[in-house]
């Protein structure tokens, strides 16, 4: 995050955002942590879960129990808390009834989609997973994106071309990411009334990258939709250093 107040960048207040769902590409994960540290930095007490799967964090106490008095007990010993369960090795999974989380916890922070490890993409249809009690979807994107054929840097290629009309080869430019993020079967699916929407991009960790972030932004704009602007140092990345 390299100093940036994240939650300002995305004019997202905590006390009215208290259910953060991130999706898309590019950074969910370092995002998702960033926003539970500052959060915690601001006295606030975090759950940080997922409704798909996710990397665990090696130095935040875990538990599978969504019992809301006993979440409370751990939440106000830790401040901030993981609730998830391994049923793969390498990825924590969610639990049945989430939403208890909010019971436990001033924020919750979701990630609600996968994008194995690519900078964009466009949901399957089964895809993202928004808890319906989120207050605010995050849908972030990578810089890196910018410049490479969509065959070579997006998750669900094919769903990629379908929206943007292209083939794989298509190089891809602002516009597009800006494209993918404002649409209703890009970052906003699944995106019910109500809930705030924002898009986070990521990445941009150069010159040039900056300035593609910084059009995107305007582009957005255009549409009525806010965004903020990241790049995580190499240590920030996956959010470890940041507990």
């Not at 207040?13 to 959060?39: E, F, M, N």
């Not at 597009?176 to 009334?193: E, T």
Request: aromatic share 4%; hydrophobic share 45%.
């Amino acid at each position: 995050m390299s100093g940036v107040d994240i939650w300002g960048a995305l004019k997202l207040d905590w006390r009215i955002h208290r259910a953060v769902a991130l999706v898309g590409g590019g950074g969910k994960t370092s995002a998702l942590y960033a926003l539970a540290r500052q959060a915690r930095d601001g006295g606030r007490t975090v759950v940080v879960t997922t409704t798909t799967h996710m990397m665990p964090h090696p130095n935040l106490p875990l538990t599978d129990d969504p019992d809301p008095a006993a979440l409370r007990a751990l939440v106000d010993s830790c401040g901030v808390v993981a609730l998830g369960r391994f049923l793969r090795l390498d990825k924590l999974s969610g639990v049945e009834d989430l939403a208890s989380a909010l019971q436990a916890a001033d924020v919750v922070v979701i990630e609600a989609d996968g994008a194995r490890l690519h900078p964009l993409k466009a949901p399957g249809e089964h895809e993202p997973v928004v808890p319906p009690w989120a207050d605010a979807v995050v849908a972030v994107a990578g810089m890196d994106c910018v410049g490479r054929a969509v065959g070579e840097t997006c998750h669900r290629p094919e769903r990629v071309c379908a929206l943007l009309g292209c083939g794989m080869e298509h190089r891809i430019v602002p516009a597009d990411v800006a494209a993918i993020l404002a649409s209703l079967q890009g970052g906003r699916k699944q995106v019910a009334p109500g809930m705030t929407f924002r898009c986070l991009l990521n990445k941009a960790d150069t010159p040039r990258r900056l300035e593609y972030a910084r059009e995107i932004r305007r582009i957005l704009g255009e549409m009525g939709i806010e965004s903020g602007i990241t790049r995580f140092a190499q240590r920030e990345r996956g959010g470890a250093c940041l507990f």
